[in-house]
C-alpha cells in the first residue's frame, strides 16, 4: 500500500542549487522516493489524507555520504594512537586484524559503525574491507545505503591467500547481493604499494567488463611517494595513469601529496577524491590540496576512514574541520565555503559514486534518504544562516530523523529497529576478546 508523508522544517535545503534554502516549503515522500518539494500550503492541500510531520525548529536536508571508510575497523578504535600510518599497520593493525578478522568480527563492527554513523546523520558508506558478505548483511541488517568496498591485496591475511583469491571473493560476494536495494559492490585494491601492476591490470579489466567501479588509496604518505620512486622509478599516480587506472570509474581516497601536474592529470581522467581530514591529521599524512583539486574540476567527497585512525565516524564534524583546513592550507578564507562543504558530503559525493541521479540532493523523483536537525539547541543560535550554522556550529547529537529509502531509521534519536543495549553488549564482547588478546 502506498505511503505518502509530508515533512514541514523551518529551513529545507535541497542542496541544488547551491546555497538554496526554502522556507515555509515541505517535502513529500512516497514509499522510498520524494515525490514532491513545494510550498507548504500547498502540500497541506494537495496532500491532505498523508501523513504530516512537523520540524518547526529543524532543517531538512540530504542523508550525508561518507565515500571513505572502514566500517568494521570500529571495533579497533583506540587501539593503537598517536603512530604514524606504517608503524600503526604494521604493528598494530594488521597484526590485529590477522587475530580477529572473521565474519562475526566484520559483520559486528560494520554495525556498530553504520549505528554509530546513522546517528551522525550518515545515510550513505563507501565502504572497503575483507568479509564482503558480512558488510553487505550488516547493511541491510541497519539500513544504512552501503557500497561494499572488496580488498584486494597480494600478501595473504586470514581472509584470502592471495590478489587472485580475493578477486574470486568478492566476485562472489557481488553475485550473492544481486538485486538487493541498497546494496552495490566495488573492486577495492588497497593501494599502489601492495598491489602489483598483474593484478591492477586484471581489475581493470573486471571494472570495465562488469561495469564494476574502483575504489582505492592513493597518494597517503609522502613515504608511499618515495617507495614508488624507489621500486619503480615514477610516483605513484603516474605508474597507475600508464595502468590505465585514473578514470571517471576511480574514488581515489586521500591523494594527500599531489603536486600542480597531478591534480591537473586526476582532472583531465575525471577521477573522484575521497577526502579524509581528521585520519590525514591523525596519522600526520598532511594537508591535502582539496581547494586547488576543486578548483581543477575535481569531484571531491569526503569521508571518515576507520574509526581506528579517526576515531570518530562523525562526517558532520569532519565537514567543519575540512572547511577549515581547506582556507589554511589555501591561504585564502573563502575557500571551501559552507555551501561547498555541505555538498561535499551530499551531492558530490553521489557524483563521485555515480548516484547522483539516486540520492545527494532533496530533488522530486530521487531515494528519500534525508535528515533533519534541530538548530533550536543554544549551540546554533542565534541563527542568521543554517548552512553555516549546520557546517560551522551543529553537532551530530542534534541530528534528531534519519530516512533511507523512506524508511525512518531514527526518530527523535531514538533508533527505530536497532537496539542500542545489543550494540554495546557486543562492543564490550569484543573489547574484552582483544584486550585479553593484545596482553
Known amino acids: 500500500m502506498t505511503k505518502i508523508t509530508c515533512i514541514y522544517p523551518q529551513y529545507l535545503i535541497p542542496v541544488e542549487p547551491r546555497t538554496t534554502v526554502l522556507t515555509h516549503h515541505a517535502l513529500v515522500m512516497q514509499d522510498d522516493k520524494i515525490l514532491a518539494v513545494l510550498p507548504a500550503d500547498q502540500a497541506r492541500q494537495q496532500y491532505a489524507?498523508?501523513?504530516?510531520?512537523e520540524m518547526p525548529e529543524h532543517a531538512l536536508l540530504p542523508g550525508l555520504i561518507n565515500l571513505h571508510a572502514h566500517s568494521a575497523m570500529s571495533l579497533l578504535r583506540g587501539l593503537a594512537d598517536d603512530l604514524s600510518l606504517m608503524d600503526w599497520l604494521n604493528h598494530h593493525i594488521w597484526p590485529a586484524e590477522k587475530k580477529h578478522v572473521s565474519d562475526e568480527f566484520v559483520f559486528d563492527g560494520s554495525v556498530h559503525a553504520m549505528a554509530e554513523m546513522i546517528r551522525g546523520g550518515t545515510t550513505t558508506v563507501n565502504d572497503m574491507y575483507f568479509c564482503h558478505e558480512a558488510v553487505a548483511r550488516a547493511g541491510v541488517h541497519t539500513g544504512m545505503r552501503t557500497i561494499v568496498g572488496c580488498s584486494i591485496l597480494e600478501f595473504p591475511t586470514v581472509y584470502a591467500n592471495d590478489a587472485?583469491?580475493?578477486?574470486?571473493k568478492?566476485?562472489?560476494?557481488?553475485?550473492?547481493?544481486?538485486?538487493?536495494?541498497g546494496i552495490s559492490f566495488r573492486l577495492a585494491p588497497h593501494a599502489p604499494y601492495t598491489v602489483a601492476d598483474e593484478t591492477f591490470s586484471k581489475i581493470i579489466a573486471l571494472s570495465e567488463k562488469l561495469g564494476i567501479d574502483i575504489h582505492c588509496h592513493i597518494h597517503e604518505t609522502q613515504d608511499e611517494v618515495d617507495t614508488s620512486l624507489k621500486q619503480y622509478g615514477m610516483r605513484?599516480?603516474?605508474r597507475l595513469h600508464q595502468l590505465g587506472l585514473l578514470s571517471?570509474?576511480?574514488?581515489?581516497?586521500?591523494?594527500?601529496?599531489?603536486?600542480?601536474?597531478e591534480i591537473a592529470l586526476l582532472a583531465r581522467q575525471g577521477v573522484h577524491v575521497a577526502h579524509n581530514p581528521a585520519s590525514n591529521l591523525k596519522l600526520s599524512s598532511g594537508f591535502a590540496r582539496v581547494h586547488d583539486m576543486q578548483t581543477a574540476g575535481i569531484q571531491v567527497g569526503i569521508g571518515t576512514d576507520g574509526a581506528a585512525s579517526n576515531n570518530k565516524l562523525d562526517l558532520l564534524g569532519d565537514l567543519r574541520m575540512a572547511a577549515l583546513l581547506s582556507k589554511a592550507q589555501s591561504g585564502n578564507p573563502t575557500a571551501l565555503n559552507a555551501s561547498i562543504a555541505l555538498e561535499?558530503?551530499?551531492?558530490?559525493?553521489?557524483?563521485?559514486?555515480?548516484?547522483?541521479q539516486q540520492i545527494g540532493s532533496l530533488v522530486a523523483g530521487k531515494q528519500a534518504d534525508l535528515i533533519a536537525i534541530d538548530l533550536s539547541a543554544i549551540e546554533t543560535q542565534p541563527l542568521f544562516d543554517p548552512i553555516s550554522q549546520i557546517v560551522y556550529a551543529a553537532g551530530r547529537e542534534q541530528i534528531s530523523h534519519v530516512w533511507v529509502n523512506g524508511k525512518c531509521l531514527m526518530s527523535d534519536r531514538v533508533f527505530c529497529d536497532l537496539q542500542m543495549d545489543q550494540l554495546l553488549d557486543k562492543a564490550r564482547w569484543w573489547q574484552k576478546k582483544i584486550a585479553v588478546a593484545t596482553v
Open 164 to 168: 587472485d583469491e580475493y578477486i574470486s
Open 49 to 53: 489524507s498523508a501523513q504530516h510531520l
Open 248 to 261: 571517471p570509474a576511480l574514488i581515489a581516497a586521500h591523494v594527500v601529496h599531489a603536486n600542480d601536474a
Open 344 to 356: 561535499m558530503a551530499t551531492l558530490s559525493g553521489a557524483k563521485a559514486l555515480g548516484m547522483d
Open 170 to 181: 568478492a566476485l562472489a560476494a557481488r553475485q550473492s547481493f544481486v538485486g538487493q536495494a
Open 236 to 238: 605513484p599516480l603516474e
